[in-house]
Nanobody, 123 residues
């Protein structure tokens, strides 16, 4: 059974940085795509970034390009989201997600989800 456990959220001032982690377990993730989504109060869950475990190719939402970086540590089965130059509009619960093969951006296309970690950016 796939388990995804996020950590690293918190409160930070605008312009600051945070690094989120997603520890994955339950199977070999070689053929998986790992992604981060976020959901702000009253809004739909939206795509942030994705990485292909095999090869490391990435994709980002336009709103975070140049500020966020997704990466993975295969030895630790962990995916990271480095968030720099944070803005108040980045405030949301951030979720780690996983699916096989295709790198997609639609939240309904991902099969496995973590419980989420809160990120709050103060102005």
């Amino acid at each position: 059974q796939v388990q995804l456990v996020e950590s690293g959220g918190g409160l930070v001032q605008a312009g600051g940085s945070l690094r989120l982690s997603c520890a994955a377990s339950g199977r070999t993730f070689f053929n998986y795509v790992m992604a981060w989504f976020r959901q702000a109060p009253g809004k739909e869950r939206e795509f942030v970034a994705a990485i292909r475990w095999n090869g490391g190719s990435t994709n980002y939402a336009d709103s975070v390009k140049g500020r966020f970086t997704i990466s993975r540590d295969s030895a630790k089965n962990t995916v990271f989201l480095q968030m720099n130059s944070l803005k108040p509009e980045d405030t949301a619960v951030y979720y780690c997600a996983a699916r096989l093969y295709q790198m997609t951006t639609g939240r309904t296309t991902y099969d496995y989800w973590g419980q989420g970690t809160q990120v709050t950016v103060s102005s």
